[in-house]
């Protein structure tokens, strides 16, 4: 059974940092056979795109509300993957899901809600002003 468990969400302050950790496990699972990103969705919105990360970790793409302020990166020798979350604003508090996928679209977004294989159960990041 394949798991990806999210961590580091809480309760901060605008402009404060937070650092987002998912976990992958499972017997036959490895994230280095998936490209990997994140999603948020906030209270009463649908789940967007929030960042992406190839397979090597060569190739990142970010939503343009986080560009810039925003950092996406794996360690396949320890299947994780990190979303690294500066000058946060209020506009950021949403549930942050990890999600794995096998298709990168040659469009943007690389994914969509859609092609995601795999979901971990979210963690909250809630950004006060």
């Known amino acids: 059974q394949v798991q990806l468990v999210e961590s580091g969400g809480g309760l901060v302050q605008a402009g404060d940092s937070l650092r987002l950790s998912c976990a992958a496990s499972?017997?036959?699972?490895?994230?280095?056979?998936?490209?990997m990103g994140w999603f948020r969705q906030a209270p009463g919105k649908e789940r967007e795109f929030v960042a992406a990360?190839?397979?090597?970790?060569?190739?990142?793409k970010y939503a343009d509300a986080v560009k810039g302020r925003f950092t996406i990166s794996r360690d396949n020798t320890k299947d994780t993957v990190s979303l690294q979350m500066n000058s946060l604003k209020p506009e950021d508090t949403a549930v942050y899901y990890c999600a794995a996928s096998r298709y990168w679209r040659g469009t943007y977004p690389p994914f969509v809600a859609g092609d995601i294989q795999y979901w971990g159960q979210g963690t909250l990041v809630t950004v006060s002003s």
């Open positions: 990360i190839s397979w090597s970790g060569s190739n990142t």
């Open positions: 499972g017997q036959t699972f490895s994230i280095s056979e998936y490209f």
